[in-house]
């Protein structure tokens, strides 16, 4: 890896912007939250693969999953739009929803976050400045703060200071720039959205694939974040069409414990003990780092022999996310093998990809 990619590699990764002990947080459910305390914050491939086909076994074991049970009776790979199509567009705005469905995405990932007065907005994280021109904003200047997470300082600006007509106030912007200058080109252009925004923006043969971000983080500062969700969502995506997806377990037990309805997808950085996993887990979502690690087939193979479809995210063609084997020059945003890296993840029989640009995937689905 030359210093240039990895440089972009590190600026890109960030850790949870808010601090609380996560350990005690549980179902904690504090009742007040105190927006401005600066500490402990209280508020291998090498042919194109046929047609969205899984060389799978039909005798796989089926956990009781209307939607994904579906897409395995059809050997398809579901295809999502990651926030959007969120390599054209900037990530989580009406036109990134609207460009990933055009590009042929059977999906929207929205990551959810809440304000402070209780409504799920989507972005990727509840720190926000480096995804909306709220920094340009005096009459926000003093909302500025620094947290402590694990000992380390992080400044910004966090959706738990904020009330839902403050942010729609915001405009959205790139949040990789220097790999993406022409997705930056269209920064202030929209505003940002809330969970029924975006469900407003959903054709109805579309599906949903919902992340919770950090639940057990915000019920310790008071939110009930699968309330939250159940009553925004407002019955509005039918179970065939619902995905929700959680580093969490608890929260996913949760949702399901409350009666919602649809199919459950536990995310992961690393290999996940299939046996721990709680009954009514419908699948896993593995970081694409370790199926393209060796040992990634063994990863899907698993997880299918036990009745689980496979998940893998982030696919994307520049430099700086291929795989070193697949990068081509040193230029972190120029675009390297891309479509070796896909085929491959593809050739593994993964059920449902990720991808910042639809069209890439479509394009290895038409070949």
Same mark, same amino acid.
């Given at each position: 890896m030359t210093a240039q990619i990895a440089a972009v590699e590190n600026a890109t990764v960030r850790p949870l912007p808010v601090s609380v002990d996560v350990a005690k947080a549980g179902t904690s459910r504090a009742s007040t939250f105190a927006p401005?305390?600066?500490q402990n914050l209280a508020p291998a491939c090498s042919s194109a693969p046929q047609r969205r086909q899984l060389p799978m076994a039909a005798s796989v074991v089926r956990r009781p999953c209307a939607f994904i049970r579906a897409f395995y009776a059809r050997r398809m790979v579901l295809l999502i739009g990651h926030r959007g199509a969120s390599g054209h567009r900037p990530e989580h705005t009406a036109a990134a929803v609207r460009l990933a469905i055009e590009l042929g995405a059977d999906a929207i990932e929205p990551d959810l976050v809440p304000t402070r007065d209780g409504v799920l907005v989507v972005r990727h994280e509840p720190e926000i400045s480096e995804t909306t021109d709220v920094a340009s904003h005096p009459e926000f200047a003093d909302r500025h703060r620094t947290v402590v997470v694990d000992g380390e300082s992080y400044s910004g600006w966090f959706t738990v200071d904020f009330t839902w007509a403050?942010?729609?106030t915001l405009r959205a912007r790139e949040r990789l720039p220097a790999l993406r200058p022409e997705s930056a080109a269209h920064d202030g252009e929209e505003g940002l959205l809330r969970l029924s925004d975006l469900l407003d923006l959903l054709p109805a043969d579309k599906v949903l694939v919902a992340e919770l971000k950090h639940p057990a983080l915000f019920g310790a500062l008071g939110y009930d974040l699968t309330g939250m969700f159940i009553a925004q969502l407002a019955g509005r995506v039918p179970a065939e069409r619902l995905v929700v997806e959680c580093f969490e377990l608890p929260i996913l037990a949760e949702l399901r414990a409350r009666g919602l309805a649809a199919s459950y997808v536990y995310l992961s950085e690393s290999i996940v003990d299939l046996a721990s996993l709680p009954e009514g887990i419908d699948? @896993?979502?593995?970081?694409k780092a370790l199926l393209l690690a060796d040992g990634?087939?063994?990863?899907v193979t698993a997880a299918h022999d036990a009745g689980l479809a496979v998940y893998t995210?982030?696919?994307r063609p520049e430099n700086a996310f291929l795989a070193a084997r697949?990068? @081509?020059g040193a230029d972190p945003a120029?675009?390297?093998d891309w479509r070796a890296e896909y085929e491959e993840l593809l050739g593994l029989g993964v059920?449902?990809?990720f991808a910042d640009h639809p069209d890439l995937v479509t394009l290895l689905f038409q070949a």
């Open positions: 401005h305390m600066t403050e942010l729609a699948g @896993v979502s593995y970081d990634g087939r063994e990863l995210w982030t696919l697949h990068r @081509v120029a675009w390297g059920d449902g990809v």
